[in-house]
């Protein structure tokens, strides 16, 4: 197995100096890890959800979503049974801060201060604000930090993304927007975190559970109307490396054979990285957040590959642009949040990313 392992890494290491665009994803608790090469480094945009191949779209939905096409792509993938066989150097990438810390904390504080005031005053219920944290880098190795997400991370979609003409991103998002196979679709409800230390019995204060049901009530309003026979499970925690969220599964039947493009253009963006209204919460986003998301909380994954679409939010994920590293992460206010704890939650968010630099 270790003889194939090597091998295997090697071809992907191989990849990565043709410059040709490709994908490397390990779906959540899986053994597979595929690649996608494209053989060309043209650049595709989806235009409709009856392709095949595998697609990268934004934050805004009014953006292009990128596809590698299936059919003008090289695939190949192993199955690895234990991912502790892989060989991971221990040696530690060095990076330092582009932006003053005491700056961006700040900025951060007075985005959450507006958020609460803004919700408080009755204008939404939950808005997602962001930020991005700016390192230089020396001595990072690409394919060994997505080792440690192999590892680190067995139930996240783990991806490593690449096209020449757009950039290079790296994540492990423990949030699925939707699975679906044939007619029948899933997709959750994740909000709320908390640290993970040796549980995943615990308690959940009323701020984490509200904004956990906001995101479940509206994919439950947005989905009726798309989806048959919906059922939904009572809200359970799991665990995403070193972190812990609250989730809901939900259940249905696509009521047409369109049915799919029209599910993905209600749900996206979802409470979970957006907010609720929608809208409102979107448009506020756009107006303050300061940074354009690009494909930070946008989507991922498969389309109809072996009769299923599957498609995770972009969370936990890091932007690499020669050498600097864009970390992008963001948390749930509602009218209960406090803008110290908030920024204390971003932090500890990118120190969990950066463990695997």
Same mark, same amino acid.
């Given at each position: 197995?270790?003889?194939?392992?090597?091998?295997? +890494?090697?071809?992907? $290491?191989?990849?990565?100096?043709?410059?040709?665009?490709?994908?490397? #994803?390990?779906?959540?608790?899986? %053994?597979?890890?595929?690649?996608?090469?494209?053989?060309?480094? %043209?650049? +595709?945009?989806?235009?409709?959800?009856?392709?095949?191949?595998? /697609?990268?779209?934004?934050?805004?939905?009014?953006?292009?979503?990128? &596809?590698?096409?299936?059919?003008?792509?090289?695939?190949?993938? =192993?199955?690895?049974?234990?991912?502790?066989?892989?060989?991971?150097?221990?040696?530690?990438?060095?990076?330092?801060?582009?932006?003053? /810390?005491?700056? $961006?904390? =700040?900025?951060?504080?007075?985005? /959450?201060?507006?958020?609460?005031?803004?919700?408080?005053?009755?204008?939404?219920?939950?808005?997602?604000?962001?930020?991005?944290?700016?390192?230089?880098? $020396?001595?990072?190795?690409? &394919?060994?930090?997505?080792?440690?997400? &192999?590892?680190? @991370?067995?139930?996240?979609?783990?991806?490593?993304?690449?096209?020449?003409?757009?950039?290079?991103?790296?994540? !492990?998002?423990?949030?699925?927007?939707?699975?679906?196979?044939?007619?029948?679709?899933?997709?959750?409800?994740?909000?709320?975190?908390?640290? @993970?230390?040796?549980?995943?019995?615990?308690?959940?204060?009323?701020?984490?559970?509200?904004?956990?049901?906001?995101?479940?009530? #509206?994919? =439950?309003?947005?989905?009726?109307?798309?989806?048959?026979?919906? %059922?939904?499970?009572?809200?359970?925690?799991?665990?995403?490396?070193?972190?812990?969220?609250?989730?809901?599964?939900? @259940?249905?039947?696509?009521?047409?054979?369109?049915?799919?493009?029209?599910?993905?253009?209600?749900?996206?963006?979802?409470? !979970?990285?957006?907010?609720?209204?929608?809208?409102? *919460?979107?448009?506020?986003? *756009?107006?303050?957040?300061?940074?354009?998301?690009?494909?930070? *909380?946008?989507?991922?994954?498969?389309?109809?590959?072996?009769?299923?679409?599957?498609?995770?939010?972009?969370?936990?994920?890091?932007?690499?642009?020669?050498?600097?590293? $864009?970390? #992008?992460?963001?948390?749930?206010?509602?009218?209960?949040?406090?803008?110290?704890?908030?920024?204390?939650?971003?932090?500890?968010?990118?120190?969990?990313?950066?463990?695997? =630099?």
């Amino acid at each position: 197995m270790q003889h194939q392992i090597i091998h295997f +890494f090697n071809k992907i $290491s191989e990849v990565l100096k043709s410059d040709l665009p490709f994908v490397v #994803y390990r779906k959540p608790n899986e %053994k597979l890890v595929s690649v996608l090469v494209q053989s060309t480094n %043209k650049l +595709f945009y989806l235009d409709t959800f009856a392709t095949n191949g595998f /697609v990268f779209a934004p934050f805004n939905k009014d953006e292009e979503k990128i &596809l590698f096409p299936l059919t003008a792509c090289e695939q190949f993938s =192993l199955n690895i049974t234990d991912f502790n066989e892989l060989q991971i150097s221990e040696e530690k990438t060095i990076v330092e801060n582009v932006l003053d /810390v005491q700056d $961006s904390k =700040l900025q951060h504080l007075n985005l /959450v201060q507006k958020t609460i005031d803004f919700i408080q005053q009755k204008e939404a219920d939950k808005i997602v604000v962001s930020r991005k944290e700016r390192l230089k880098s $020396s001595n990072f190795n690409l &394919l060994n930090s997505y080792k440690k997400m &192999l590892n680190n @991370y067995p139930n996240a979609m783990v991806y490593l993304w690449f096209h020449p003409k757009v950039g290079c991103w790296l994540g !492990a998002s423990p949030e699925r927007l939707i699975h679906c196979n044939k007619q029948h679709f899933k997709t959750m409800a994740l909000a709320g975190t908390q640290a @993970y230390v040796d549980t995943v019995e615990v308690d959940w204060k009323h701020k984490e559970k509200e904004e956990q049901q906001f995101v479940t009530d #509206y994919i =439950l309003n947005t989905i009726n109307g798309v989806v048959n026979h919906i %059922k939904y499970t009572k809200p359970y925690t799991v665990k995403a490396g070193n972190l812990l969220h609250l989730r809901t599964d939900i @259940y249905g039947d696509l009521q047409s054979e369109n049915g799919l493009e029209q599910l993905i253009e209600r749900l996206h963006p979802t409470p !979970a990285i957006c907010g609720v209204p929608k809208k409102i *919460a979107n448009h506020f986003i *756009a107006e303050n957040e300061g940074y354009n998301r690009s494909f930070y *909380a946008g989507y991922l994954g498969e389309i109809n590959l072996n009769c299923e679409t599957n498609l995770y939010v972009n969370l936990r994920c890091m932007q690499i642009v020669n050498s600097e590293i $864009s970390i #992008y992460i963001g948390g749930g206010i509602t009218a209960e949040s406090n803008a110290e704890k908030e920024w204390d939650e971003t932090v500890f968010k990118t120190e969990v990313m950066k463990k695997i =630099l």
